[in-house]
């Protein structure tokens, strides 16, 4: 990294912070200068992790499904730093099923972590930032533009993260509060949430091989090139970016 951070004085909270695409982002953005607090379930298996950037890391327990959370996490964010300026919604689950056979428990689980979680996520980043203005970043998925058979409760989720953002993004703008609003789109990235879901396959190395080769590029994503698009987002360097989905797929959508 050259120059000046690209997030300094910023504070930011990451949703699903814990793993994945989540915990790339959050090192990106504190190699980048920000404050960055982890909201996650899972933040105790991290604990005993030593990174270089840790010292500007943070973590906190959120369920995004749980609006009392939301509230807690981010009243202790304001307590702590005195701000919010990004808030990254990452939290994600999948299941897979198809629209004869998939649990209507597992397809509404779905759901409330993939878009209520994100709705929250919104409503709590507003109320905190409409005063000063900030970025809000929504993880969703080539899944929210293009469908597959046995991702119904998924593919669901995903778009509507899509439309969710782009109501929010026109919401701030009319107010004026100086708020962005952008999703972000990635195909198939090799994070243990994609492991989990090979694994499940009959024969997974098939499977992977297939994933990738489905792929114009040739393989499935890192965690850490999805996070740098969520920089270019968090940073002032996108401050007329709002409404928009970003689709980072290696070319898999524009087949």
């Not at 999948?94 to 996520?121: C, P, Y």
């Not at 930032?129 to 993880?139: L, Q, T």
Request: hydrophobic share 45%; glycine share 10%.
């Amino acid at each position: 990294m050259t120059g000046a951070p690209r997030l300094a004085g910023k504070v930011a909270l990451v949703t699903g912070g814990a793993s994945g695409i989540g915990r790339a982002t959050a090192l990106r953005f504190a190699a980048h200068g920000a404050q960055v607090v982890i909201g996650d379930l899972a933040v105790a298996e991290n604990a005993s992790e030593r990174d270089a950037e840790q010292d500007a890391l943070t973590s906190l327990v959120l369920d995004v499904t749980n609006e009392a959370s939301w509230a807690r996490v981010v009243e202790e964010v304001e307590r702590r730093f005195g701000k919010l300026d990004v808030v990254v919604n990452g939290a994600g689950i999948v299941v897979v099923g198809d629209v004869e056979t998939m649990e209507l428990e597992a397809f509404r689980r779905v759901l409330a972590v993939n878009v209520e979680g994100v709705f929250l996520g919104c409503r709590y980043a507003v109320r905190a930032m409409k005063e000063s203005g900030g970025s809000i970043v929504n993880i969703s998925s080539v899944s929210g533009i293009i469908g597959t058979p046995n991702l119904v409760a998924y593919d669901a989720s995903k778009g509507a993260v899509r439309l969710l953002t782009k109501s929010v993004a026109l919401y701030c703008a009319k107010r004026r509060y100086g708020i962005r609003c952008n999703s972000v789109h990635p195909t198939f990235v090799d994070t243990p949430m994609f492991k989990r879901v090979v694994a499940g396959t009959r024969d997974p190395e098939w499977t992977k091989n297939a994933l990738a080769a489905a792929v114009p590029i040739g393989r499935v994503a890192q965690p850490e090139e999805i996070a740098d698009l969520i920089v270019y987002l968090a940073s002032d360097e996108s401050k007329f970016v709002t409404g928009s989905e970003l689709v980072i797929d290696g070319g898999l959508t524009a087949q």
